[in-house]
């Protein structure tokens, strides 16, 4: 079985580049172990699909060159995929901060994406486990149905985000085994946990969520913020955990866009009687305020507070430290930051640079998206990339 690109994975990344090989006249062959394409779209967005973002730019992506994304984003870019969807008919609305959601299920996506598959001829075989790869007069894959020629290979296999889903490091070793250099892979777009001891006192906040901002070293995310179990989550957790690394100090600022001191202050003058938490309780949501109010240590009612102790209780509303002593892991992680260096791919074809015939594209490469849209606007772009030349 002779085809002219074989493609490795049918998520977003790995069918837009089969619909734009397809488009071409190739011969496309699309392989996968799960058993339904776009399993990450489908679960994505609380299942409505996030599936962009108005607002691509470079500094939204991570990588050791976030320069590299900018040829694939500027040549198929945001509005070109919000035009597939509308010529899909596919109802679709902003949420906040440029995310665009599908009005109905993400499904929709999918089944947009299937359709133009098949319109362009492209072969799908699902339930397929991807024994090796090697190279000789092309590609050969052996997969559980036999084996298969390709005279381009397409990595399109993702990253080890949400392993329950099937995310293995299959690419990796590809991408090893001929040569390219991967840079540090880490969970992204994760819950941070937090040690024991640090913990226990913040128990009883779990599931108390406030709109603040998320710090680390230069970089800030203002969002909402939530309190677990096992630590801190909400997007600007979410945000923020792909700049943290072990030992970084969180700053947290958990009434952003309020002005404790003065609140306290103005409080104290005309509500000098009540207890430093319902104070605080005007600001934030009551269970925090009474943890302040203890981590604080102050004792007495407002109006027995000077300003020095007012603003000293306002810097922690504004400037709560904590340090995380972990993630949850790739098994919540969205995506998977690091991968196959951009260094051993051309930015314009997605193709390795020392193998020709050899592309990788989506999460595999080291290209991470903020969380909004834009993972998934890298795959479309990087797709559509490689699907031109394969």
């Known amino acids: ?25 190739r011969r496309v062959l699309v392989i996968d172990h799960a058993r339904a394409a776009g399993e990450k779209i489908r679960i994505s967005g609380g299942g409505r699909c996030n599936f962009t973002n ?14 590299f994304a900018l040829s694939a984003l500027k040549r198929f870019t945001q509005w070109d995929f919000i035009a597939r969807v509308d010529a899909a008919g596919i109802a679709w609305h902003e949420k906040t901060l440029g995310q665009l959601f599908c009005d109905g299920s993400a499904r929709e ?48 296999t993702g990253g080890k985000s949400i392993p329950k889903m099937g995310a293995t490091g299959l690419g990796y070793q590809i991408a090893q085994q001929f040569g390219l250099p991967l840079t540090e892979t880490r969970p992204g777009l994760v819950p941070l946990t937090l040690a024991e001891q640090v913990l226990e006192p913040l128990r ?24 677990t179990h ?36 103005d409080l104290r003058g005309r509500e000098g009687r009540i207890a430093l938490r319902s104070a605080l309780a005007r600001l934030l949501p009551e269970k925090l305020a009474r943890h302040l109010e203890t981590v604080s240590g102050l004792q007495g009612n407002l109006a027995d507070q000077s300003n020095a102790r007012l603003d000293g209780l306002a810097r922690l509303v504004h400037d709560f430290a904590i340090t995380p002593v972990g993630s949850e892991g790739y098994r919540t992680a969205e995506v998977t930051l690091g991968g196959i260096s951009t260094e051993a791919l051309d930015a314009r074809t997605m193709q390795a640079k020392a193998v020709p015939g ?8 080291d290209v991470t998206g903020w969380l909004g849209g834009y993972n998934f606007q890298w795959a479309w772009s990087s797709g559509w990339a490689a699907g031109q030349v394969m």
């Open 1 to 25: 079985m002779t085809y002219d690109v074989v493609i490795l994975g049918a998520g977003a990344a790995g069918m837009m580049a089969a619909i734009e090989a397809g488009r071409r006249g």
């Open 54 to 67: 108005l607002d691509i730019r470079p500094e939204c992506f991570l990588s050791q060159n976030p320069r």
């Open 109 to 156: 996506i999918v089944a947009m994406l299937l359709r133009q598959m098949e319109e362009f001829g492209v072969t799908l075989w699902l339930e397929t486990e991807i024994r090796s790869v090697t190279q000789a007069r092309g590609f050969v894959v052996e997969t559980s149905r036999g084996p298969v020629t390709g005279a381009a290979l397409c990595v399109a």
């Open 204 to 227: 009883p906040l779990a599931g108390t969520a406030v709109q603040g901002r998320a710090s680390c070293g230069r970089q800030g995310f203002d969002e909402a913020v939530l309190f």
């Open 230 to 265: 096992r630590g801190l989550s909400g997007p600007a957790i979410l945000q923020i955990s792909s700049y943290w690394r072990e030992g970084d100090v969180l700053h947290l600022d958990l009434a952003r866009g309020q002005d404790a001191a003065a609140l306290l202050r």
């Open 358 to 365: 050899l592309y990788f594209i989506g999460e595999v490469v």
